[in-house]
């Protein structure tokens, strides 16, 4: 299984590069640069084949690739040989003027956000089935009394069902998740259902500093209804059926699922289970096994609805204004960098982006195709909007810098200096590296805590 998810997470990230570059060549081409090679994957090609005047080539190493233009490292040779001014050679990359030059370097990021539009257009055109939880809630304090969540100073009470949030209305915990997680430190309008009646409340979810996120202290409510007992489990070798309703464990009540986590926590070796089947109290003793948690073999009763199809143009329209909402969260999470968030957990490099990617679409292809795809294609529409925001950031040897170098070479209607452009692009080299180290620290650390 390790194996089918690093394949396809190569795949899917392999796509979106492939898109990214893509926009590089096509554009190029289109403004008059020569593009020599254009290649997925990095290190020396293990294939090459050369159609008409560009070599088309896949790398050693599968994730990343390039365009290469001609004469895009001019600079570096008119420094070398001390000139003042790169002189370029036709159809080379420094031949063309500034603005062609920085329509060549905006395409690979637009190019990311045109292929997340489409792709999520394309999800919502096919329509998808969604698995998720109701929008009732646990207070985390309920769990662990001793902590005190923005949730209890808001007064939320366990049971709560969350139905609106700043004016959206919210029908599962999903829906919960999704706009508590991009307004960290945000006073938040919440209508709550309780006990037939609604309430108003507000909250502003604490920023979590291992993943930039919003919380506020809140666990999914879930009915603890078998839903199914995996072969062979704990669970199924005490004789847990699918139907039955948990009542109590080691004689705690056992009213939602997340229980559990209280009573668990000085990892007992016996779990003495009371349920009811058929309208039967019955006792049971399940010796669970404990890795990350308590594996029991149970699973739950989750809500699963299938989007309707939408027509092509609700379809596009839907998946440009995802893609919006996206890049802006994107934004966002980019600003967050700079306020303490522990970096080696929210900063992923290539590996733990590839290792993530894998694990989301095997989980969805391991339900079916389908949703494999949905799972893939929504995971690939983000990956690729990170990517674009990323490399539009103004520094040295990303799109975003060069952009700026150009800006300033247009506005001034005089060309760099050889120096400067070499000075830019080896400070990024440096910082890329450096970046790419501590990512891939990171990713190591995230590995070796699965």
């Given amino acids: 299984m390790l194996i089918v998810k690093i394949l396809l997470g190569i795949l899917g990230l392999g796509i979106v590069v492939f898109v990214h570059e893509l926009g590089h060549f096509l554009v190029a081409r289109l403004v008059g640069i020569h593009v020599e090679a254009f290649s997925i994957g990095w290190g020396n090609p293990i294939?090459?084949?050369k159609?008409?005047?560009?070599?088309?080539?896949?790398?050693?190493?599968p994730i990343g690739g390039y365009c290469k233009m001609k004469g895009e490292n001019e600079f570096q040779v008119a420094y070398e040989n001390k000139k003042n001014a790169i002189t370029p050679e036709t159809d080379s990359f420094f031949a063309v003027s500034p603005w062609r030059r920085i329509m060549v370097s905006f395409a690979g990021p637009f190019f990311n956000l045109i292929f997340a539009a489409v792709a999520l257009s394309i999800i919502w055109g096919v329509g998808f089935d969604v698995n998720t939880l109701e929008n009732?809630?646990?207070?985390?304090s309920s769990i662990s009394?001793?902590?005190?969540?923005?949730?209890?100073?808001?007064?939320?009470?366990?049971?709560?069902?969350?139905?609106e949030i700043n004016g959206k209305p919210i029908s599962n915990y999903h829906d919960i998740q999704e706009n508590i997680a991009?307004?960290?430190?945000?006073?938040?309008?919440?209508?709550?259902?309780?006990?037939?009646a609604i309430q108003e409340l507000t909250v502003r979810p604490d920023l979590d500093k291992s993943t930039g996120a919003g919380k506020i202290g809140v666990y999914f409510w879930t009915e603890p209804v078998v839903a199914s007992v995996a072969p062979g489990s704990p669970a199924d070798i005490a004789g847990i059926h699918s139907g039955d309703r948990i009542l109590m464990v080691n004689g705690q009540d056992f009213p939602y699922t997340v229980a559990l986590v209280r009573i668990i926590q000085d990892k007992p070796s016996t779990l003495n289970v009371e349920f009811e089947r058929n309208g039967a109290r019955m006792n049971t003793i399940i010796n669970p096994t404990y890795t990350a948690g308590a594996e029991l073999g149970i699973s739950y009763e989750t809500i699963r609805y299938h989007t309707p199809r939408l027509s092509p143009i609700a379809a596009f329209a839907k998946g440009v204004a995802e893609t919006g909402e996206t890049l802006v969260v994107s934004v966002r999470s980019f600003a967050l960098l700079f306020r303490g968030i522990d970096l080696t957990q929210a900063l992923s490099g290539p590996v733990r982006i590839t290792y993530m990617l894998g694990d989301v679409a095997a989980a969805g292809f391991s339900q079916s195709v389908s949703t494999?795809?949905?799972?893939?294609?929504?995971f690939l529409a983000l990956i690729s909007v990170a990517l674009c925001v990323m490399n539009l950031l103004p520094l040295p040897i990303l799109d975003g810098g060069m952009i700026l170098l150009f800006i300033i070479e247009g506005i001034t209607r005089k060309p760099l200096h050889p120096r400067v452009i070499y000075v830019f692009q080896t400070?990024?080299?440096?910082?890329?590296?450096?970046?790419?180290?501590?990512?891939?620290?990171?990713?190591?650390?995230?590995?070796?805590?699965q």
């Avoid at 159609?51 to 190493?61: N, Q, S």
């Avoid at 009732?136 to 985390?140: D, K």
């Avoid at 960290?184 to 309780?194: A, D, T, Y």
């Fill in 427 to 449: 400070i990024g080299i440096v910082l890329i590296f450096g970046l790419m180290l501590f990512a891939v620290f990171g990713d190591i650390l995230y590995l070796v805590r």
């Fill in 145 to 163: 009394p001793d902590e005190r969540h923005p949730a209890d100073e808001a007064a939320f009470e366990t049971g709560d069902r969350i139905i």
């Fill in 136 to 140: 009732r809630i646990v207070l985390a």
């Fill in 51 to 61: 159609i008409g005047d560009v070599e088309y080539r896949l790398g050693m190493f």
């Fill in 182 to 196: 991009v307004n960290p430190e945000k006073p938040l309008n919440v209508k709550v259902e309780r006990d037939g």
């Fill in 372 to 378: 494999g795809l949905n799972a893939m294609g929504n």
């Fill in 47 to 49: 294939l090459k084949k």
